[in-house]
């Protein structure tokens, strides 16, 4: 017991020295790159081998620990990271040769870091680390990369191609303070404000809890950048209540899921994967922003025009008065907690300042604000559970990214992203439509069971130079790879945050992740709006008309296809109606103008004609209710 306190001790006391390194360094800026990465990695490291050698207890009393050997590949692995630094402070003075045994040691780090990517990360993200250095070692004649062993040590541990590569330099410098950022929101208690305001406006409208989940499950992924984190934070609370409110378990799960989902593709945060398509494409963060609000706003309409329709099925209304969340004249104030630095953030970005510098000022307003309004969050237990949180989240993503890094610099070594794009540009030939289904599947099976950080950067790097020789603008294009990426953790068979979100209202995972499928189509749907109806990014050469044009479409689309799904509008539709408006959506959607015209003036008197349909059921049935009175 004594060793598994001193564990956990050290590792929390790594996990605050992570956090405070990483304030400093969004706020000072870097003093020495090697020194930076080093003591970033190492910690990362640390906290990963001694979160596993933690004693863990599985039932009847039983205890189970691989203390010692975590314990010990702990230690090898602070050796490898120090002889690491060594090499390159020396390197910095006068040149070395690197001999055998450091390659050697090269490798070890490496794998190292692919095992504490596989505990934390399942088996899918070690499928793709393990495969991408098979290709890489492979002869040629085998189809290979045909690799020297010892040159891609060299280079995936030895220079800032790999290991030590811009995944991870991006992230140490730039997203570790936003981490941070959602720690001490989250610890302080702004967050429970924040969904309770979410409940609070939307109670009146039917099926109130479910669009509660989407706001505040918005709000939470936007700060968090994890959806299944989001799930298993807010869902615990949100998906009972949708139950409760008479829906569905797989459809409440589904709701969290989709909702959770979307919080990294909603600005101006967006999961911090924005800072890392700033730094991939040289688009700036703040058009980047800009380029995401309309999509976003989009996803999260369909969503809300989603969960209304189901509503009108069950026949769900809205939440009792009586259970109505009311907001306070101190929930008012304590929400400013979130605003203020979220206001910052924006600010000092306008001001033409770093994105890290945005982070550093906004995290000095959160907790000022924070201490001000949240009292419980004044005690120093409370401080310390903000650091510690934090940096455990810190380390994992450090982890995550170090592997990435020896991805992506395996297929700038091999060149294997140009054989990708050449190979669809093959079996496409020159439709376009084709193409981008190709890239699509290949970015949902990229992304099943990998953080949305690490699928887009694989994703940039082996689909991005297939969109771009399509003659796709580049915000397009990753713009189409990031909402892929994203949608990847709720398409089956993997589906990671419809599984983490089923336990928690009792349904069947599976069914879950068709059901969040089903909610999602928009997001579906959007991807391939970047590329025939680029005028919703707002980027150079947009038209309001384009904008409008655009909107009216997508959003009479969803209606049709929302409704046409669920086989349900003011009343149940019959089979040929689903599918006709399915059809016409399909329609409105293709990019020439007359089908669209067409599509859409069908599709307008269709819904005109079931509305009419509607008032004369109602007159029917309350002229039977009088009738019945009067008898």
Same mark, same amino acid.
């Given at each position: 017991?004594?060793?598994?306190?001193?564990?956990?001790?050290?590792?929390?006391?790594? $996990? &605050?020295?992570?956090?405070?390194?990483?304030?400093?360094?969004?706020?000072?800026?870097?003093?020495?790159?090697?020194?930076?990465? $080093?003591?970033?990695?190492?910690?990362?490291?640390?906290?990963?081998?001694?979160?596993?050698?933690?004693?863990?207890?599985?039932?009847?009393?039983?205890?189970?620990?691989?203390?010692?050997?975590?314990?010990?590949?702990?230690?090898?692995?602070?050796?490898?990271?120090?002889?690491?630094?060594?090499?390159?402070?020396?390197?910095?003075?006068?040149?070395?040769?690197?001999?055998?045994?450091?390659?050697?040691?090269?490798?070890?780090?490496?794998?190292?870091?692919?095992?504490?990517?596989?505990?934390?990360?399942?088996?899918?993200?070690?499928?793709?680390?393990?495969?991408?250095?098979?290709? *890489?070692?492979?002869?040629?004649?085998?189809?290979?990369?045909?690799?020297?062993?010892?040159?891609?040590?060299?280079?995936?541990?030895?220079?800032?191609?790999?290991?030590?590569?811009?995944?991870?330099?991006?992230?140490?410098?730039?997203?570790?303070?936003?981490?941070?950022?959602?720690?001490?929101?989250?610890?302080?208690?702004?967050?429970?404000?924040?969904?309770?305001?979410?409940?609070?406006?939307?109670?009146?409208?039917?099926?109130?809890?479910?669009?509660?989940?989407?706001?505040?499950?918005?709000?939470?992924?936007?700060?968090?950048?994890?959806?299944?984190?989001?799930?298993?934070?807010?869902?615990?609370?949100?998906?009972?209540?949708?139950?409760?409110?008479?829906?569905?378990?797989?459809?409440?799960?589904?709701?969290?899921?989709?909702?959770?989902?979307? &919080?990294?593709?909603?600005?101006?945060?967006?999961?911090?994967?924005?800072?890392?398509?700033?730094?991939?494409?040289?688009?700036?963060?703040?058009?980047?922003?800009?380029?995401?609000?309309?999509?976003?706003?989009?996803?999260?309409?369909?969503?809300?025009?989603?969960?209304?329709?189901?509503?009108?099925?069950?026949?769900?209304?809205?939440?009792?008065?009586?259970?109505?969340?009311?907001?306070?004249?101190?929930?008012?104030?304590?929400?400013?907690?979130?605003?203020?630095?979220?206001?910052?953030?924006?600010?000092?970005?306008?001001?033409?300042?770093?994105?890290?510098?945005?982070?550093?000022?906004?995290?000095?307003?959160?907790?000022?604000?924070?201490?001000?309004?949240?009292?419980?969050?004044?005690?120093?237990?409370?401080?310390?559970? *903000?650091?510690?949180?934090?940096?455990?989240?810190?380390?994992?993503?450090?982890?995550?990214?170090?592997?990435?890094?020896?991805?992506?610099?395996?297929?700038?070594?091999? &060149?294997?992203?140009?054989?990708?794009?050449?190979?669809?540009?093959?079996?496409?030939?020159?439709?376009?439509?084709?193409?981008?289904?190709?890239?699509?599947?290949?970015?949902?099976?990229?992304?099943?069971?990998?953080?949305?950080?690490?699928?887009?950067?694989?994703?940039?790097?082996?689909?991005?130079?297939?969109?771009?020789?399509?003659?796709?603008?580049?915000?397009?294009?990753?713009?189409?790879?990031?909402?892929?990426?994203?949608?990847?953790?709720?398409?089956?068979?993997?589906?990671?945050?419809?599984?983490?979100?089923?336990?928690?209202?009792?349904?069947?995972?599976?069914?879950?992740?068709?059901? $969040?499928?089903?909610?999602?189509? *928009? &997001?579906?749907?959007?991807?391939?709006?970047?590329?025939?109806?680029?005028?919703?990014?707002?980027?150079?050469?947009?038209?309001?008309?384009?904008?409008?044009? $655009?909107?009216?479409?997508?959003?009479? *689309?969803?209606?049709?296809?929302?409704?046409?799904?669920?086989?349900?509008?003011?009343?149940?539709?019959?089979?040929?109606?689903?599918?006709?408006?399915?059809?016409?959506?399909?329609?409105?959607?293709?990019?020439?103008?007359?089908?669209?015209?067409?599509?859409?003036?069908?599709?307008?008197?269709?819904?005109?004609?079931?509305?009419?349909?509607?008032?004369?059921?109602?007159?029917?049935?309350?002229?039977?209710?009088?009738?019945?009175?009067?008898?």
């Amino acid at each position: 017991m004594r060793l598994g306190l001193s564990i956990k001790i050290t590792r929390d006391a790594c $996990a &605050g020295l992570l956090t405070l390194f990483s304030v400093f360094v969004a706020g000072f800026g870097i003093f020495d790159t090697t020194i930076v990465y $080093a003591t970033m990695v190492t910690l990362g490291g640390l906290i990963g081998y001694l979160t596993l050698a933690e004693p863990r207890d599985v039932g009847s009393n039983k205890i189970i620990s691989f203390d010692n050997l975590h314990i010990i590949l702990a230690v090898i692995f602070i050796a490898l990271i120090w002889r690491w630094a060594t090499i390159m402070l020396e390197q910095e003075s006068y040149f070395i040769f690197i001999e055998r045994p450091d390659f050697i040691f090269g490798w070890l780090g490496i794998a190292m870091l692919g095992y504490l990517t596989y505990r934390f990360f399942g088996i899918p993200m070690l499928l793709v680390f393990a495969a991408t250095i098979f290709y *890489a070692l492979l002869p040629d004649e085998y189809g290979g990369g045909d690799l020297n062993w010892e040159s891609l040590a060299d280079r995936q541990w030895f220079t800032t191609d790999g290991v030590f590569g811009r995944p991870l330099q991006v992230v140490s410098t730039t997203i570790l303070i936003f981490i941070v950022f959602g720690g001490v929101l989250q610890t302080s208690g702004a967050g429970g404000v924040l969904l309770k305001m979410a409940f609070a406006a939307t109670g009146r409208i039917s099926g109130g809890p479910a669009h509660a989940s989407i706001v505040g499950s918005a709000i939470f992924g936007m700060m968090s950048g994890a959806a299944i984190a989001n799930v298993v934070s807010t869902g615990v609370f949100t998906i009972p209540i949708i139950k409760r409110a008479g829906f569905k378990a797989k459809f409440a799960a589904a709701v969290e899921a989709t909702a959770s989902t979307g &919080g990294q593709i909603m600005p101006p945060v967006m999961g911090v994967v924005a800072f890392i398509m700033a730094d991939v494409t040289g688009i700036s963060y703040l058009s980047i922003v800009v380029a995401a609000i309309i999509p976003a706003i989009f996803y999260y309409l369909s969503l809300f025009l989603v969960v209304l329709v189901e509503c009108r099925k069950e026949g769900i209304g809205p939440t009792p008065i009586e259970k109505r969340e009311i907001i306070t004249r101190k929930d008012w104030l304590q929400s400013l907690a979130f605003w203020l630095p979220l206001g910052t953030i924006i600010g000092v970005l306008l001001a033409g300042r770093t994105a890290q510098n945005a982070g550093f000022y906004a995290l000095i307003v959160a907790i000022v604000t924070c201490l001000a309004l949240f009292p419980k969050f004044r005690s120093p237990t409370k401080w310390l559970e *903000a650091i510690i949180v934090s940096g455990k989240t810190a380390a994992t993503l450090l982890i995550i990214v170090t592997t990435v890094g020896v991805v992506i610099g395996i297929v700038n070594m091999t &060149g294997i992203g140009l054989v990708f794009a050449d190979i669809i540009r093959t079996l496409s030939g020159d439709n376009l439509f084709l193409a981008l289904i190709m890239v699509m599947l290949g970015c949902l099976i990229m992304g099943m069971g990998v953080p949305s950080v690490t699928a887009y950067l694989i994703l940039a790097l082996v689909m991005g130079p297939v969109l771009e020789n399509l003659g796709i603008a580049k915000i397009s294009a990753h713009m189409f790879m990031l909402y892929f990426g994203v949608l990847s953790v709720i398409t089956p068979p993997v589906a990671l945050a419809a599984f983490a979100a089923a336990p928690i209202a009792g349904s069947k995972p599976m069914e879950t992740g068709f059901e $969040a499928i089903r909610l999602a189509f *928009a &997001g579906f749907i959007i991807p391939f709006m970047f590329i025939y109806y680029p005028d919703i990014l707002i980027i150079d050469g947009y038209t309001i008309y384009g904008l409008v044009w $655009a909107s009216v479409c997508f959003l009479l *689309a969803t209606w049709m296809i929302g409704t046409g799904v669920a086989r349900f509008e003011h009343m149940k539709l019959p089979i040929w109606e689903s599918v006709l408006r399915v059809s016409l959506a399909i329609a409105i959607l293709i990019p020439e103008i007359w089908s669209t015209i067409i599509g859409g003036l069908l599709a307008i008197i269709l819904v005109y004609l079931h509305a009419q349909q509607n008032k004369q059921q109602l007159k029917k049935t309350k002229g039977g209710e009088k009738n019945e009175s009067v008898k």
